[in-house]
């Protein structure tokens, strides 16, 4: 199955504000998205509604095959330590593998350590592990970068375009540069209403 | 994927579990049957008349205490969002924590239930009808609180207000459950153990609605 993330003319408003209309974009196997935008312009809301979190307030989005999410919310249980937090997703995700992913983004040394005694990009990379982890095709990524010291930051550029040359999707909302494979470029301030 | 998450559920909310605090709501029962004698008396005919219903009153306001994390803490955590993204929907996820928050809170408060009825002095057959009656109360009033608990948890103070909504919600099962100690026949029970039957298969639902209504907001 080919991973395809399509949006049809969508419109997302935000309690009485209507943030961005008419975003259309298709997103093919082995491309990737780089959306940009100042802050508030609805950066966290598209990705949320891609994914399927939020229902977009005009159009439709079509996504064929299963999508990760990585956003500033962790999702782990801050009162136990790495490993046993990143297990109890990989159990849920019947992940057979969890080793290569804590490898790739260093995070062996760590898997003892409670959770809320980790860092910001520490907490960002067992994130990032966890979506590794699930080997699903789409990847919805909310400011990934953020946090991440230079040499993770390439590491995980590294995995993303790995990701796409695999047949992945990759869309990633980012106020940073990040180095995606040939990436099309959204700015959202063009669809501002 | 259902057992996980179940065993992540209990592993939150069974008493010594990872964020502690399980065991208040217990002592805090305890705490009630114990004070009631001081606060009324050592007539021992007024305790063990009025004692069943103390005991109602306490296991009430005990299933109140857990509430505030019962919910809030995953759904601030973005944990709802991940799982709905790996298909298990916010019904299930309620569900399992239903069953989880009841297994967490209903089996030792049956327990202290034993120790709470010899310091009120209540005779065997009264025993054994509250025991019944919070075998079949408890798990409406766990639902009840899950509900509520889904309702306000993206409310600032919504731990207070959740215990105030909890309270008239609970109402019928306290009737029919303490209602049953006044009567020899089982059908104040039954009709305890109907109430939270339905109350338990439509919480899930529920608490669903409330969580996704909650990422809209």
Same mark, same amino acid.
């Given at each position: 199955?080919?991973?395809?993330l399509v949006a049809?003319?969508i419109?997302?408003?935000?309690?009485?504000?209507?943030?961005?209309?008419?975003?259309?974009f298709?997103c093919?196997?082995?491309?990737?998205i780089?959306v940009?935008?100042?802050?508030?312009?609805?950066?966290?809301s598209l990705i949320r509604i891609l994914a399927g979190l939020l229902?977009p307030?005009?159009?439709?989005v079509?996504r064929?095959?299963?999508a990760?999410l990585?956003?500033?919310?962790?999702?782990?249980?801050?009162?136990?330590?790495?490993?046993?937090?990143?297990?109890?997703?990989?159990?849920?995700?019947?992940?057979?593998?969890?080793?290569?992913?804590?490898?790739?983004?260093?995070?062996?040394?760590?898997?003892?350590?409670?959770?809320?005694?980790?860092?910001?990009?520490?907490?960002?990379?067992?994130?990032?592990?966890?979506?590794?982890?699930?080997?699903?095709?789409i990847?919805l990524?909310d400011?990934?970068?953020?946090?991440?010291?230079?040499?993770?930051?390439?590491?995980?550029?590294?995995?993303?375009?790995?990701?796409?040359?695999?047949?992945?999707v990759?869309i990633?909302a980012?106020?940073?540069?990040?180095?995606?494979?040939?990436?099309?470029?959204?700015?959202?301030?063009?669809?501002?209403? | 994927?259902?057992?996980?998450?179940?065993?992540?559920?209990?592993?939150?909310?069974? *008493?010594?579990?990872?964020?502690?605090?399980?065991?208040?709501?217990?002592?805090?029962?305890?705490?009630?049957?114990?004070?009631? *004698?001081?606060?009324?008396?050592?007539?021992?005919?007024?305790?063990?008349?009025?004692?069943?219903?103390?005991?109602?009153?306490?296991?009430?306001?005990?299933?109140?205490?857990?509430?505030?994390?019962?919910?809030?803490?995953?759904?601030?955590?973005?944990?709802?969002?991940?799982?709905?993204?790996?298909?298990?929907?916010?019904?299930?996820?309620?569900?399992?924590?239903?069953?989880?928050?009841?297994?967490?809170?209903?089996?030792?408060?049956?327990?202290?239930?034993?120790?709470?009825?010899?310091?009120?002095?209540?005779?065997?057959?009264?025993?054994?009808?509250?025991?019944?009656?919070?075998?079949?109360?408890?798990?409406? #009033?766990?639902?009840?609180?899950?509900?509520?608990?889904? #309702?306000?948890?993206?409310?600032?103070?919504?731990?207070? #207000?959740?215990?105030?909504?909890?309270?008239?919600?609970?109402?019928?099962?306290?009737?029919?459950?303490?209602?049953?100690?006044?009567? *020899?026949?089982?059908?104040?029970?039954?009709?305890?153990?109907?109430?939270?039957?339905?109350?338990?298969?439509?919480? *899930?639902?529920?608490?669903?609605?409330?969580?996704?209504?909650?990422?809209?907001?």
């Open positions: 199955m080919q991973a395809r049809k003319d419109a997302c408003r935000r309690g009485e504000r209507l943030l961005f209309r008419r975003l259309s298709a093919e196997a082995g491309e990737a780089h940009v935008g100042a802050n508030g312009v609805g950066k966290s229902r307030f005009a159009g439709a079509e064929t095959g299963a990760g990585v956003d500033e919310r962790l999702a782990l249980d801050t009162n136990l330590a790495l490993g046993q937090a990143l297990a109890f997703w990989e159990r849920i995700d019947g992940c057979r593998d969890p080793g290569r992913a804590l490898e790739l983004l260093q995070l062996e040394p760590l898997m003892d350590v409670p959770v809320r005694y980790l860092s910001t990009g520490q907490k960002k990379r067992a994130a990032l592990a966890r979506l590794l982890n699930r080997d699903c095709p990847w990524l400011e990934p970068l953020n946090g991440l010291d230079s040499q993770a930051q390439t590491a995980f550029e590294t995995l993303i375009a790995r990701h796409c040359a695999a047949g992945g990759a990633a980012s106020h940073q540069p990040i180095a995606l494979p040939a990436p099309a470029i959204i700015d959202l301030a063009e669809y501002a209403a | 994927m259902i057992a996980a998450l179940l065993r992540r559920d209990l592993g939150l909310l069974v *008493p010594g579990g990872r964020d502690g605090g399980g065991i208040l709501p217990l002592l805090f029962f305890l705490a009630v049957a114990m004070l009631y *004698p001081f606060a009324v008396g050592p007539d021992a005919q007024l305790l063990a008349r009025t004692g069943g219903g103390v005991i109602w009153v306490a296991a009430l306001l005990a299933a109140i205490l857990p509430l505030e994390k019962l919910v809030a803490g995953d759904l601030e955590a973005g944990v709802f969002d991940q799982l709905h993204l790996r298909g298990i929907s916010e019904e299930w996820a309620m569900a399992s924590r239903l069953l989880a928050h009841w297994l967490a809170f209903a089996p030792l408060l049956l327990l202290a239930t034993l120790p709470a009825a010899a310091l009120l002095g209540l005779d065997a057959d009264t025993t054994r009808t509250v025991l019944l009656g919070l075998l079949a109360g408890t798990p409406g #009033l766990a639902a009840v609180g899950l509900a509520v608990a889904a #309702l306000t948890a993206s409310l600032r103070g919504g731990a207070a #207000l959740a215990g105030l909504m909890v309270i008239p919600l609970a109402v019928p099962i306290l009737i029919f459950g303490a209602g049953a100690l006044g009567r *020899p026949d089982p059908a104040a029970l039954l009709l305890t153990a109907a109430i939270s039957l339905g109350l338990c298969a439509v919480t *899930p639902f529920i608490a669903g609605a409330a969580l996704r209504a909650a990422r809209e907001a």
